[in-house]
């Protein structure tokens, strides 16, 4: 029989589509690996004597539940997995928290080791400690352990616990420390030991010791990272766990299937190999089209490199320090802040490598004494966006240095961020202190000039009161005592000003109520039958305006004193001082005699009524004012002044 004409050359067009799958598979596969060796590299502290949990096997390799679940999750995420080996359990945990090996796997969690170590949230297998023997009959009992010698793992979680249990029931016992769990479990079989405590997971990995009915502690185990350098790849793995955990039939549950012998997980059946297999040569065939848009990719690719080039110069190239963190959902969750980004000023000043800052919480740069004042500026960045704070930043050294923050918060690819900008403001702090010391001295400067002119001004009061005794002619004492109260009314203007923190002005209430009762106690001997009376405004004034006003009413309530009240057996004067924003009044005013002529007249003061009068129309015209006397139920001065650029009305009385 003749074949058909196209049968010969079947095995032809075969031979075609198997060099074609062929180059498509090498192509494949030469990109994978071109891909793999980009990857960045992750260390893994393995230690040994924990089977099947982590250990070496005979070649020395890392092998166990852990090697192979970080071996899938850190392949899965993009990452090369390497294995540090020749390291006990404590020199493996001291190498990860010095960040020479970045992961230390099968950790418990306990306060001091969260001081030193990031954790995952996930964990990845439960267990709990167990007493377990080597030969001979177990124990009934946690009581029938008194006087027994156990096998412990130095620095073990479940040796610590065994510990707090054995003293909360008072039992005493002999506990021996061995490198690993192994070297215990020899130890037991030489003599040296009865017991050994270990995880659960321990004793089904190894024959050569048989479980107790004593169980406690059940614990999580986790994964952990040196301080603050692998924010990122632990919430890459706690996401893969967190998924892993939900399939059944996922990687994760196969290896604990594979170890702990759990039937419940299965293979995949032989029918869904062969679907599998159609996929995969249906995916084959798309490479082709996949091939074609990868040209297209690298091309938009290099667009945006070169994007992000540009970008990253001006970034870097920035004076001040630039920080990009993670915008808080919350308004008072601050603890979701973490770095992001860091220009090289930023790592140049704190003192830090870029990979130490980038992941790393937010407050591990910021002083304590400045996370509230932090806090307060981050909130109201919800409310407007944008916020500027001064705070200080600790560099590695512990330094604290002053910045004015400038925070702006925006949106990238759906993600809120902030950035912070800051400037440092040491030279500017340093030269506002100067200024406020300069002030300070020129403040001591001229209190101590108004104490100086206070103590002259007494010292000739004194003098004056000296030479008073010795005469008795009131046409000599009377103009020495004059002189007398116009030095005191002076001096007490110093003196009060040097008593307060402001030199620039003077209360006339205070003034005023001061000095006519110094005038009050020097000229009048009974105090019951003459009344003095003193009200007002409070109204700050300068020194320019309260010594001439201090000198004129010295004038005014000596005159009341002297001439009011001659030949009266009792008398009272009022002095008010009053203002309405823009002047001030003040009125001098006694129920004595009058003065003879002026009677029941208002009259503008002119010169020639006598010196004290004469004075008082002097010291009213320093002070661009007008003055008054009304005699009428006795003699009233009234001075008004304007206040514009001689005071401040403070409050009304």
């Not at 009959?137 to 130095?154: C, T, W």
């Not at 209430?509 to 005038?519: A, D, G, H, V």
Request: aromatic letters at 6%.
């Amino acid at each position: 029989m003749t074949m058909p004409r196209y049968a010969s050359k079947t095995p032809i067009l075969i031979a075609c589509v198997l060099l074609f799958l062929s180059i498509l598979s090498a192509t494949h596969v030469s990109a994978q690996s071109g891909e793999s060796s980009t990857r960045e590299t992750i260390t893994i502290a393995a230690f040994g004597g924990a089977a099947p949990v982590i250990f070496l096997d005979e070649n020395g390799h890392a092998d166990g539940v852990y090697p192979d679940v970080l071996t899938a999750a850190l392949t899965d995420l993009g990452y090369n997995p390497a294995y540090i080996t020749g390291l006990s359990f404590p020199e493996a945990y001291a190498a990860v928290v010095a960040g020479e090996i970045d992961i230390m796997p099968a950790l418990l969690r306990t306060p001091t080791r969260e001081e030193e170590l990031d954790f995952i949230n996930e964990p990845v297998m439960v267990s709990w400690s167990q007493v377990f023997t080597v030969g001979g009959s177990p124990p009934d009992s946690i009581l029938d352990l008194e006087g027994a010698r156990v096998a412990v793992q130095e620095n073990g979680q479940n040796g610590l616990a065994f510990r707090e249990l054995m003293n909360a029931f008072d039992i005493q016992y002999e506990e021996i420390a061995f490198p690993d769990l192994d070297a215990a479990v020899t130890a037991a079989q030489s003599g040296d030991a009865d017991l050994v405590v270990a995880f659960n997971t321990f004793g089904l990995a190894n024959a050569d010791v048989a479980p107790t009915s004593i169980v406690f502690a059940p614990t999580s185990a986790y994964l952990a990272t040196s301080k603050g350098h692998h924010g990122v790849l632990l919430e890459q793995i706690d996401e893969w766990l967190s998924n892993q955990k939900l399939d059944e039939r996922s990687e994760y549950n196969r290896i604990l299937a594979r170890w702990f012998g759990n039937d419940e997980i299965q293979v995949m059946p032989l029918w869904a190999i062969y679907a599998l297999s159609a996929v995969g040569l249906a995916a084959a065939i798309l490479l082709i089209i996949v091939r074609i848009y990868r040209i297209q990719i690298d091309t938009a690719k290099d667009r945006i490199e070169r994007s992000e080039t540009r970008f990253r110069t001006i970034f870097d190239v920035a004076a001040d320090v630039i920080l990009v963190y993670d915008a808080s959902p919350l308004e008072n969750d601050t603890s979701a802040m973490h770095i992001r980004e860091a220009n090289d000023s930023a790592c140049e000043i704190l003192g830090r490598d870029r990979r130490s800052l980038i992941g790393a919480p937010l407050w591990q740069v910021i002083t304590p004494d400045d996370h509230q004042l932090f806090a307060e500026a981050n909130r109201s960045i919800t409310k407007t966006s944008s916020a500027v704070t001064q705070l200080r930043l600790i560099t590695a050294t512990g330094v604290k240095l002053p910045f004015e923050i400038s925070l702006s918060q925006f949106s990238v690819q759906g993600r809120d961020v902030v950035i912070a900008a800051g400037r440092d403001v040491s030279d500017r702090l340093s030269a506002e202190g100067e200024l406020r010391e300069s002030l300070a001295a020129k403040e001591m400067l001229l209190a101590e000039i108004h104490h100086r002119v206070k103590n002259n001004l007494q010292t000739i009061a004194s003098l004056v009161n000296i030479r008073l005794t010795n005469i008795s002619d009131d046409r000599v004492r009377m103009p020495l005592l004059e002189m007398a109260d116009r030095v005191h009314a002076m001096g007490l203007l110093h003196r009060m000003l040097y008593q307060q923190e402001d030199f620039s002005s003077i209360d006339l209430r205070e003034y005023s109520q001061t000095l006519c009762q110094q005038i009050w106690v020097t000229h009048v001997a009974d105090s019951e039958r003459f009344r003095l009376h003193v009200d007002g405004d409070a109204i700050a004034v300068d020194l320019d305006t309260a010594l001439p006003y201090g000198l004129l009413l010295t004038e005014a309530v000596s005159n009341s004193i002297k001439h009011g009240f001659v030949g009266r057996e009792v008398g009272r004067v009022r002095v008010e001082v009053r203002s309405d924003q823009e002047r001030a009044t003040v009125t001098i005013a006694d129920d004595g005699v009058g003065c003879s002529g002026t009677a029941s007249e208002s009259v503008v003061m002119q010169s020639g009524n006598g010196i004290g009068l004469d004075l008082i129309r002097v010291l009213a015209d320093q002070l661009d004012g007008k003055a008054e006397i009304i005699a009428r139920d006795g003699v009233t001065v009234r001075v008004e002044f304007p206040l514009r650029n001689r005071s401040v009305v403070k409050s009304s009385a």
